[in-house]
């Protein structure tokens, strides 16, 4: 392994076997578990690097797709990469551009040698292989970089899914041929969709390649999460202790939590603030659509028990306002609160872990709006 990268586990909870770990990287020590907000094109949506900052956040995410389209992955190596060029200085995490081939771009031919596309944006033809896909994140400079894998739809049938699977593995060979910077970490990608079988043949084959890393994608993609949570279940025997497991495109509270409990470490989604410019903000007694015309003339903060700069400075009736009137500021101000609130809820989840208490947070959080505004009666586990 490179010396650049480790992970230990500093403490596992009594009640629920849910741990805490410390990732080191070459830009920081991650504590984990954690929520890593989601800077798509090498930015934030509506924030200063400086506010992603001072809101918590200890690592972001960006997208291989969109920088190999615009700005390209070149313009951003001469940059400096992505650290300097978007001036963060925390760790990266890119993902490989598989999953936007697969759901944005318009798809052309899939082979075992890659994917033919067309750009979303002007229609052109490009080609990414695996060693296309880790060019492109060497060149971007990011700390930790994911494999090129296949998708597979949800609640497609079992033969396609074996097959996507298997192309997979013959990917992820290739990435790890292929990579030989050791300033960077890449990690293998468990896939399987929605099968027991398929999901431990993807992490046994798999983990002979994570050296300090492993994500589980193909999840929260339009399955019910009674069957996301029913495969964390099923790959939780398999995890190696001494690496950061990470669930790709998880972010809703509910889902943190639950995600959490069955061994995850890393978590990233765009949710926060695609919904904060919508007018969406999570809060400590629930969703709030600010949009409503209850908050009119509401002049409490938009959540009481929140230290953030929207919440200690303005009221749901200005937030409201700025919504209604198209300004700009109310998506900072909702986006920056919507990443405050995930960050420091994984801060008490830790803590409730290092105090052997998981087991009673999560049986009182389960009881409270700020869980069920995001889940259905049906989607309540059992137990635990």
Same mark, same amino acid.
């Given at each position: 392994?490179? %010396?650049? @990268?480790? @992970?230990?586990?500093?403490?596992?909870? #009594? *009640? =629920?076997? #849910?741990? =805490?770990?410390? @990732?080191?990287?070459?830009?920081?020590?991650?504590?984990?578990?954690v929520f890593m907000p989601v800077g798509t094109q090498a930015t934030v949506k509506t924030l200063a690097p400086y506010e992603v &900052?001072? /809101?918590? #956040?200890?690592?972001? /995410?960006?997208?291989? !797709?969109?920088? !190999?389209?615009? $700005?390209?992955?070149? =313009? +951003?190596?001469?940059?400096?990469?992505?650290h300097r060029y978007m001036d963060w200085h925390k760790p990266i995490l890119t993902d490989s551009g598989g999953f936007q081939v697969f759901s944005l771009a318009k798809l052309n031919k899939i082979t075992n040698d890659g994917v033919e596309f067309s750009s979303h944006i002007d229609g052109s033809r490009h080609f990414f292989s695996p060693e296309k896909s880790i060019d492109i994140q060497n060149a971007l400079g990011s700390d930790i970089i994911m494999a090129f894998d296949e998708c597979s739809a949800a609640g497609c049938d079992k033969t396609y899914a074996s097959r996507a699977l298997d192309r997979t593995l013959h990917w992820l060979d290739r990435c !790890?041929?292929?990579?030989?910077? &050791?300033? *960077?970490?890449? @990690? $293998?990608? +468990? *896939?399987? %969709?929605?099968y027991d079988d398929l999901r431990i043949k993807s992490i046994r084959e798999s983990l002979q390649y994570a050296v300090c890393g492993l994500g589980i994608g193909g999840l929260s993609v339009g399955e019910p999460k009674s069957v996301m949570y029913k495969m964390l279940d099923v790959l939780r025997p398999e995890y190696p202790r001494d690496m950061p497991r990470y669930l790709m495109g998880v972010g809703s509270p509910d889902c943190l939590a639950e995600g959490v409990l069955r061994g995850i470490d890393m978590f990233d989604c765009v949710l926060p603030t695609r919904t904060a410019r919508n007018g969406l903000a999570y809060t400590s007694a629930g969703k709030i659509n600010i949009r409503n015309a209850k908050y009119k003339e509401d002049f409490t903060p938009l959540d009481d028990g929140c230290g953030c700069y929207a919440c200690t400075h303005f009221t749901r009736s200005y937030l409201r306002h700025l919504v209604i009137a198209g300004e700009v500021l109310g998506a900072r101000l909702i986006s920056y609160h919507n990443l405050y609130y995930l960050t420091h809820l994984m801060d008490r989840i830790r803590d409730a872990i290092n105090a052997d208490k998981f087991g009673d947070f999560m049986a009182e959080f389960r009881a409270r709006n700020e869980y069920k505004d995001n889940v259905k009666p049906s989607d309540f586990p059992d137990g635990v």
């Open positions: 392994m490179s %010396n650049k @990268f480790s @992970f230990k586990e500093t403490h596992v909870c #009594a *009640q =629920t076997g #849910a741990r =805490t770990g410390e @990732f080191t990287t070459p830009h920081g020590v991650i504590k984990t578990p &900052d001072e /809101l918590g #956040a200890q690592i972001i /995410l960006s997208n291989t !797709y969109h920088l !190999y389209m615009r $700005p390209g992955e070149e =313009t +951003v190596k001469r940059g400096g990469g992505l !790890y041929k292929h990579h030989t910077d &050791d300033r *960077q970490m890449l @990690f $293998p990608i +468990v *896939q399987g %969709n929605m």
